[in-house]
């Protein structure tokens, strides 16, 4: 609870021990139903296959750039990300299959403890699977469990719904737009924020971990119980 100090104003909590936290690094993390590999341009060929098939576009559309056309035009792709220094990118690798998606960590402050997932971006075979929970899951347990981060962010263009419904399901805070925040592709863009916190991460991880539980599906693959904090 904030506190008075000794010119009568309110302080927030004291934050006992803390320290800057180590910067995210490009490592293996591995899960039930899926790997999170270093992005690198040996991932390019599996991308452009699962990403940029006929009707993929709208994957696009709420992305600073259009598929790329060819295998070489998402090698460039590739490497201009892997270029940006503030991206940590990640290739989301389903178990025993090739590349089906990209997410980076961004907007990393060790000195504060707080980091983003963002570029989030879903082959039509991975949407609305295991695979692709457990992808944001990982990323979070390593931030908070590992790295001892205090604050996980996810932003998305507020007319994004899907984005919006996903930061909601995987127990994310909606916390307010930012008006005229971004001109993407000639267009305006406000941007949803939304958080956990690390004193919420318990309850979000014990959620995630019971619906990604085998156990939860039947054998059809369907889910008994939906995913809920």
């Not at 000794?6 to 936290?21: E, I, K, S, Y």
């Not at 006929?54 to 201009?80: F, K, S």
């Not at 990209?102 to 989030?120: C, F, K, L, M, N």
Request: net charge negative; aromatic share 10%; glycine share 8%.
């Amino acid at each position: 609870m904030p506190e008075e100090n000794g010119f009568g104003q309110l302080v927030g909590d004291v934050v006992a021990g803390w320290g800057p936290r180590p910067r995210p690094e490009p490592i293996v993390l591995t899960g039930r139903y899926v790997t999170l590999e270093p992005l690198g341009t040996t991932h390019a060929a599996a991308l452009y296959d699962a990403l940029c098939n006929p009707g993929d576009q709208q994957l696009w559309t709420y992305r600073p750039t259009d598929p790329p056309a060819d295998v070489p035009a998402m090698v460039d792709l590739v490497e201009q990300t892997l270029a940006a220094p503030e991206l940590v990118t990640f290739a989301l690798v389903p178990t025993g299959q090739a590349a089906q998606g990209i997410a980076s960590y961004t907007r990393i402050d060790p000195g504060t403890g707080q980091v983003e997932i963002a570029g989030v971006l879903y082959a039509r075979t991975l949407q609305r699977t295991r695979a692709a929970t457990e992808a944001i899951h990982l990323s979070l347990r390593h931030a908070f469990d590992d790295l001892g981060y205090r604050r996980f962010e996810w932003k998305c263009d507020s007319l994004n719904e899907p984005s919006r419904r996903a930061a909601a399901r995987l127990g994310f805070t909606y916390e307010g737009r930012f008006r005229n925040h971004m001109v993407t592709k000639g267009r305006n863009r406000d941007t949803d924020w939304f958080s956990i916190t690390d004193a919420e991460w318990p309850e979000v991880r014990a959620a995630h971990e019971r619906w990604l539980d085998p156990a939860n599906f039947d054998e059809g693959g369907r889910q008994l119980t939906a995913l809920r904090r």
